[in-house]
């Protein structure tokens, strides 16, 4: 069998391919008549077309030692062969992480500037806490997408030999992750596994997520918390009072930090109360910056949150780095759940409107008005579906209108994945999870070929 691994995406399949190659832990079919460059530790394919000024380069690397988890390892990948070498400082978009044969299998990409002119590279990281192997593709143009596409579609792993493969036995340690019973829920996963060793929960007004003697809830929206109020500070107390105070006693050492100079409006909130449902003091953390949502962290005391997330109130004025949030906003992330067939059924959709009022520059007179909407519709019954996107957009009175629909059979062959067989006349899989709102659920939704960000969907009926 083999495990084929496309950018983000992993498929299964049984097919043969005629000329193929090994390197290393890898079996693939190299591009037809790509200049090879074999080094000791990387194979490298590559074409480039004077003509049209477009370039592509596929690079094969030989495995080594694992780090122990696929996060450290996909990070590890990133800095030493891209990051580094091509000065790429944002951090890259990336898939959910995969499971085949033993092998973990994370993707990401990114853009930097070549030759004074832009570029996408995309890597494939794949690790069973022994070895890991990564596969690269660089390109500056979306012309060369099938072409690796088809080559790795003929990508093979051995079938990994690690012990005790998916699985890192933790150490040994005094403390316990607390554990939450999940709310009763028609969905199927009510609790997430991270790589990291968080583990999340959904509860009915947050979901937790635990590790060791940390304890992070993740509060749903609520309308309840008056956000009126240009002040921070009273915005930032509010949350305070609806959110925390009603579930401890004993406050002390209560401290609001005005943060720095970031736009995103960072709100830090720290004290030591008393829990009563263990009846110890700890030290409790509520933070909110930009889209994050409440986030409220739960300590043995103060030392602990620190060394954790490297936020120290004490110590934290205008001239601190925006970055220091990071650890703590990452958080928001972790309200994640798998995906089964029986969630999906219904339909799902997800709308986008707005417009823009054009006025003369010289007399104030208005010069029109340009609007635009679209929604994406999938509508999911046993396994199969039926798929429409409808636009709309230009100025108010000569307004255009597109769309186009399919149908099919659809499978989700990873609780983190839905394969679709026909969306604008061909196959796609989508990244897919979903997060927790009061009551609800929402799905989201992110080509795995096309890594630019995931689509909301909410059930409409």
């Given amino acids: 069998m083999k495990y084929i691994v496309f950018l983000l995406c992993i498929f299964i399949s049984v097919s043969a391919f005629s000329q193929q190659e090994t390197f290393d832990l890898i079996t693939y079919t190299p591009p037809k008549g790509w200049k090879k460059e074999a080094k000791e530790n990387v194979v490298g394919y590559s074409v480039v077309d004077n003509a049209k000024r477009t370039w592509c380069r596929i690079s094969v690397y030989r495995s080594t030692t694992s780090k122990g988890a696929i996060d450290?390892?996909?990070?590890?990948?990133?800095?030493?062969?891209i990051a580094k070498p091509y000065q790429i400082t944002k951090a890259p978009q990336t898939s959910t992480t995969q499971d085949a044969a033993g092998w973990k299998i994370k993707g990401g990409s990114g853009t930097f500037v070549f030759n004074n002119s832009d570029a996408a590279v995309l890597l494939t990281t794949m690790s069973d806490n022994s070895r890991v192997v990564s596969i690269t593709a660089m390109t500056n143009s979306q012309d060369y997408m099938p072409v690796i596409e088809?080559?790795?579609?003929?990508?093979?792993?051995?079938?990994?030999?690690?012990?005790?493969?998916?699985?890192?036995?933790?150490?040994?340690?005094?403390?316990t992750t607390p554990k939450a019973t999940p709310v009763k829920s028609s969905y199927k996963f009510t609790t997430t596994n991270f790589d990291d060793g968080w583990v999340a929960t959904e509860q009915a007004d947050w979901v937790q997520v635990a590790k060791g003697n940390l304890k992070v809830l993740l509060h749903y929206p609520?309308?309840?918390?008056?956000?009126?109020?240009?002040?921070?500070?009273i915005i930032a107390n509010n949350a305070w009072n609806i959110l925390v105070a009603p579930r401890?006693?004993?406050?002390?050492?209560?401290?609001?930090?005005?943060?720095?100079?970031?736009y995103l409006r960072p709100m830090f909130?720290?004290?030591n109360v008393s829990d009563p449902s263990t009846g110890k003091v700890v030290y409790v953390v509520l933070f909110k910056r930009g889209e994050s949502g409440w986030i409220e962290v739960v300590a043995p005391d103060k030392n602990t949150f620190v060394q954790a997330f490297g936020v120290d109130n004490d110590v934290i004025d205008n001239t601190v780095s925006m970055s220091i949030w990071e650890p703590l906003q990452k958080m928001a992330g972790y309200n994640r759940f798998g995906v089964a067939i029986s969630d999906l059924i219904g339909k799902w959709t997800n709308n986008f409107s707005g417009m823009t009022q054009y006025v003369n520059v010289y007399t104030g007179a208005s010069?029109?008005?340009?609007?635009?909407?679209?929604?994406?519709?999938?509508?999911?019954?046993?396994?199969?579906?039926?798929?429409?996107?409808?636009?709309?957009?230009?100025?108010?009175?000569?307004i255009k209108f597109q769309g186009a629909k399919s149908n099919g059979q659809f499978k989700v062959p990873t609780n983190w994945q839905i394969?679709?067989?026909?969306?604008?006349?061909?196959?796609?899989?989508?990244?897919?999870?979903?997060?927790?709102?009061?009551?609800?659920?929402?799905?989201?939704?992110?080509?795995?070929?096309?890594?630019i960000g995931f689509t909301a969907y909410g059930r409409s009926e």
């Fill in 269 to 271: 909130m720290s004290g």
């Fill in 222 to 233: 609520t309308n309840r918390i008056d956000v009126s109020s240009s002040d921070v500070k």
């Fill in 150 to 175: 088809r080559f790795v579609e003929t990508v093979s792993l051995k079938k990994s030999t690690a012990s005790n493969v998916g699985t890192k036995p933790a150490a040994a340690s005094s403390t």
């Fill in 72 to 81: 450290q390892d996909f990070t590890s990948e990133w800095n030493d062969l």
């Fill in 248 to 262: 401890y006693s004993n406050l002390k050492n209560f401290k609001l930090t005005n943060g720095n100079l970031d």
């Fill in 367 to 398: 010069a029109g008005m340009d609007t635009h909407s679209s929604a994406q519709v999938f509508v999911f019954s046993g396994n199969s579906y039926q798929w429409q996107i409808s636009s709309a957009s230009g100025f108010v009175g000569s």
């Fill in 419 to 451: 394969y679709f067989s026909d969306i604008e006349a061909k196959p796609r899989t989508y990244d897919a999870y979903f997060s927790c709102i009061k009551g609800a659920r929402i799905l989201w939704l992110q080509d795995s070929a096309y890594p």
